[in-house]
C-alpha cells in the first residue's frame, strides 16, 4: 500500500528484535526494566512493547498519566521539578515518586509517603559524548549530589536513582561508572530497596555482551541488596522506525538538492540539536544529493548521500532511526503537513495508524 508522505513507519519486526533483547538482559540480570516515554511516546506500539517490560517512567506529569493509562505496569514519577498544581495527579497516578531535590522532597514527600519515595542522586560522572545531554555538567541541576545532606534524608527514601549515561555502548565504561557510584555511595546504596540506574545503556547495539552486563548488574544488586532498575528509551526504539518522504523538487546550486516534503526542524529536530545527519541505506551508488526539506530555514538539511538511481520528483526517500527522540518531537514549526503515522506489521503489512491535518495545527495554537 502507497501511503501519503511524510510519514513515520514504525517496523514491528525491528521493535520485536530489540524487545528480544530487553527480555534476555531482564531475564538473566533479574533488573527491572522501565520505558522512558521521554524518549518514546508513540502509544499505539505499547501493546507490543509492555509484555516485554516492567512498566514507565517520566519526567512530567503528562508522561506519568500516559504510562498509566496506555502502557501499565509499574509506574515511576520523576520530574526535574514537581509544580502544586501537578504533585496531587502525579502521586495519585504513581507506583513511586522520585525526587530531583531534597527541598522537592521536603515539600512535597508528605503527600507521597504512602508511596515508596526516591532521590535522583548525582554522583558527579558520567557517560555523554555531549556536553548538552551530560547529567554530571558543571553545576548541574539533576539529582543531589552531596553525601551528608543525602544521609540527612535516608529516613524519607528508599531508593536511588542514578541517571549518568547517554548512549553508552561500552560496558567497560559503564561498569566503572558503576564501580565510582559504589565507592562514593556504597554505605548508603546498602540501606535502600532499590535503585535505578537510569537509562542510555545501549545494550540493543549488535555486538553488546548483554549476558556480561546482566551479570555486572546482578553483582550489584547482591551486593547492596537492593532492586535494580533500568529505564531506558533510546535503546528500546532505535532503528525501528523511518521517516518515509518523496522529492517535490530537484535543483542543482553548485550541488545537487533533493527537497522533500518534510523538514528537519519539524520532524527530525535532534539532528539540528546535536548537530547530526540523518542516514538512509543503502548509502551508496552514483548519485549524490543534498537531502533538504521544505521549510523556510536556510539549514534544513538532512545530510548529503549516495543514491544507487537519480532522484526525481516523486522518489521516495526514506530516513532511518526516526522512533527515539523524533516522533516525540514533531512540531509544526511553518506548518508543514505533520507526517502521518504507520506500523509495518509482523506480517508485513503497512497499517495507517494516525493522520494530522490543518485541524490539528489549528488546535495546536489558538
Ligand atoms: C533520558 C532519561 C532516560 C532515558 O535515556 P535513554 O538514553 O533514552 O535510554 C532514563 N531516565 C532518565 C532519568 C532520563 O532523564
Redesign the pocket.
Known amino acids: 500500500m502507497d501511503l501519503p508522505t511524510p510519514h513515520y513507519l514504525i517496523d514491528e519486526t525491528a521493535l520485536a528484535r530489540n524487545l528480544a533483547l530487553v527480555d534476555r538482559l531482564r531475564a538473566a540480570s533479574g533488573a527491572k526494566c522501565l520505558l522512558?516515554l521521554?524518549?518514546f511516546a508513540t502509544w499505539s506500539t505499547f501493546a507490543q512493547i509492555a509484555p516485554h517490560m516492567d512498566g514507565t517512567?517520566s519526567?512530567s506529569l503528562n508522561e506519568v498519566k500516559l504510562g498509566r493509562e496506555k502502557f501499565g505496569g509499574e509506574t515511576h514519577a520523576?520530574s526535574v521539578a514537581w509544580s502544586d498544581a501537578e504533585i496531587d495527579e502525579a502521586v495519585a497516578q504513581a507506583d513511586k515518586m522520585i525526587f530531583n531535590s531534597i527541598s522537592q522532597l521536603e515539600r512535597f514527600g508528605d503527600k507521597a509517603a504512602h508511596l515508596p519515595i526516591g532521590l535522583?542522586v548525582n554522583p558527579g560522572v558520567s557517560h555523554s559524548h555531549f556536553d548538552l545531554a551530560d547529567?554530571a555538567r558543571p553545576f548541574s541541576r539533576?539529582g543531589e549530589g552531596n553525601v551528608e545532606r543525602i544521609e540527612a534524608v535516608m529516613d524519607r527514601v528508599s531508593g536511588f536513582?542514578l541517571?549518568c549515561?547517554?548512549?553508552n555502548d561500552s560496558l567497560e565504561a559503564f561498569s566503572a561508572l558503576l564501580d565510582q557510584f559504589e565507592e562514593k555511595l556504597g554505605s548508603h546504596l546498602a540501606r535502600v530497596d532499590w535503585v535505578?540506574l537510569?537509562?542510555?545503556?545501549h545494550f540493543t547495539k549488535p555486538g553488546y555482551p548483554i549476558e556480561a552486563l546482566a551479570a555486572r548488574l546482578r553483582a550489584f544488586s547482591e551486593k547492596f541488596g537492593v532492586q535494580v532498575y533500568l529505564?531506558?528509551?533510546?535503546?528500546?526504539v532505535t532503528e525501528t522506525a523511518t521517516l518515509e518522504t518523496t522529492v517535490l523538487d530537484v535543483v542543482d546550486n553548485g550541488k545537487a538538492i533533493a527537497i522533500v516534503d518534510s523538514a528537519v526542524e519539524a520532524h527530525m529536530l535532534d539532528l539540528l540539536i546535536y548537530r547530526q545527519s540523518a542516514a538512509v541505506a543503502p548509502d551508496s551508488g552514483p548519485h549524490r544529493y543534498v537531502i533538504a526539506g521544505k521549510s523556510c530555514l536556510a539549514g534544513d538539511i538532512f545530510g548529503e548521500f549516495d543514491f544507487p538511481e537519480p532522484l526525481r520528483v516523486g522518489s521516495r526517500v526514506s530516513l532511518l532511526n526516526a522512533a527515539?527522540?523524533t516522533m516525540v518531537k514533531k512540531n509544526w514549526f511553518n506548518g508543514v503537513q505533520m507526517p502521518a503515522i504507520a506500523i509495518r506489521r509482523l506480517n508485513g503489512q503497512v497499517e495507517l495508524i494516525r493522520e494530522f491535518g490543518y485541524a490539528d495545527y489549528v488546535s495546536s495554537l489558538s
Not at 537510569?198 to 545503556?201: E, L, N, S, V
Request: hydrophobic share 20%; aromatic share 8%; with cysteine.
Open positions: 522512558a521521554k524518549c517512567t519526567s520523576y535522583r547529567p539533576l536513582m541517571h549515561n547517554c548512549e535505578s537510569g537509562g542510555g545503556i529505564e531506558p528509551g533510546d535503546t528500546v527515539g527522540y
